[in-house]
């Protein structure tokens, strides 16, 4: 079993900046997919990030240019880097693992208001 641990969100202003953070309770980050995902209310979970267990990175086109994804192998952390935020990123963002099994995070409030 695997337990993610998301934090970092919060309420900010259109055009700052946050980082968010996902601590796996597991060496999984070299053998697992991880991506982070968000929800905004009324809508489905998208997902906004994506870095293969090899390395190989994917962007939501909404994100692109603005968030960046990477991550700690020593510290089995998990990271999104959001710069331009913009009203519609309004959302709970999760963070998944996945591979030989699959895990969630519980999620983070991100709020891009003025």
């Known amino acids: 079993q695997v337990q993610l641990v998301e934090s970092g969100g919060g309420l900010v202003q259109p055009g700052g900046s946050l980082r968010l953070s996902c601590a796996a309770s597991?060496?999984?980050?070299?053998?697992?997919?991880m991506g982070w995902y968000r929800q905004a209310p009324g809508k489905q979970r998208e997902l906004v990030a994506l870095?293969?267990?090899?390395?190989?990175?994917n962007y939501a086109d909404s994100v692109k240019g603005r968030f960046t994804i990477s991550k700690d192998r020593d510290k089995n952390t998990l990271y999104l880097q959001m710069n331009s935020l913009k009203p519609e990123d309004t959302a709970v963002y999760y963070c998944?693992?996945?591979?030989?099994?699959?895990?969630w995070g519980q999620g983070t409030q991100v709020t891009v208001s003025s």
């Open positions: 998944r693992g996945w591979g030989q099994g699959d895990y």
């Open positions: 597991r060496s999984i980050l070299s053998i697992y997919a």
């Open positions: 870095i293969a267990s090899g390395g190989t990175l």
